[in-house]
């Protein structure tokens, strides 16, 4: 967007003045929607975490919308990969203001969401669950 009246005549100049007018906390807000993906995302730059199925490493540009993981081509973009993500809680998430989401291993819109880096739980080995089940009941 480019404002030719006024005093301003470029985007540039025009974040100047606003970033002059604003207190420090306004201004990374806005820095922040500034740098928003995309998709409509604000995931750090940074964001590195594993697929939630797989447990392979993930680097920030798999966190898209409709992201997939390059070993499993699971989702990405999912609750179960987000660092808020708490079975058991309300929602299933740590962040309270988050909206529900219901099925939890599919892409989302959640504006809260930030990769997890422990997000992979292996499976527990069938063949020792029910060898525990056999040692509790006596069968």
Known sequence: MFIS???FTTQPDLLSELYSRLSVKHA??????????????????????????????LETSLYQREGECPQCRKQTHVCRNCRFFAPGRANDCEEPIA??????????????????????QPAADPDALRAAADDLFDL
């Open 5 to 7: 009246s006024g005093s």
């Open 28 to 57: 990374r807000i806005l820095s922040l929607t500034i740098e928003l993906e995309p998709w409509g995302m604000a995931v750090s730059p940074n964001a590195e975490g594993t697929c939630w199925s797989c447990g392979n490493h």
């Open 99 to 120: 909206e529900p989401v219901k099925d939890k291993d599919r892409a989302n819109f959640c504006d809260y969401f930030e990769p997890s880096s422990d997000a992979h």
